[in-house]
């Protein structure tokens, strides 16, 4: 396999509407009063349907395949899949962070469990290939 430019690139690519729909709408910045990260400790959502489970899975996993690309040749193998893991849990904990200021989002840790498993399954995907 050779180092390619284009992985980062289609990663940089791909980043953008995940951030898009994660933050969509973009009106109303507010603060809350909620402290930033008290959603990691919140109870579950009390409705999770399998449409959220799957899209929040199924929207990371390319992250994690493409992470994994774009980090060849300086990280190979496990390496590169836990450095891709913890890429899409920072991205989506960034988000998740940033949804704590929109009115119409809401911050959640299942979320945030799902979008990390999502790019360490896509990472795992990548580096077999």
Request: charge should be neutral; hydrophobic fraction near 55%.
């Amino acid at each position: 396999m050779q180092p390619s430019p284009l992985a980062r690139y289609l990663l940089a690519a791909y980043s953008l509407p995940v951030i898009y729909a994660s933050l969509h709408p973009f009106t109303g910045w507010r603060d809350n009063g909620v402290a930033p990260l008290s959603f990691l400790s919140a109870p579950l959502p009390r409705y999770i349907t399998t449409f959220d489970v799957l899209a929040n899975l199924l929207a990371y996993a390319p992250l994690g395949f493409l992470a994994v690309l774009a980090f060849f040749p300086a990280l190979r193998g496990a390496g590169a899949v836990v450095a891709a893991g913890f890429m899409a849990a920072a991205l989506s904990v960034s988000l998740e962070l940033l949804q704590n200021y929109l009115p119409a989002r809401f911050a959640s840790n299942l979320d945030l469990a799902l979008n990390s498993a999502g790019g360490l399954l896509g990472g795992i995907f990548g580096a077999a290939s």
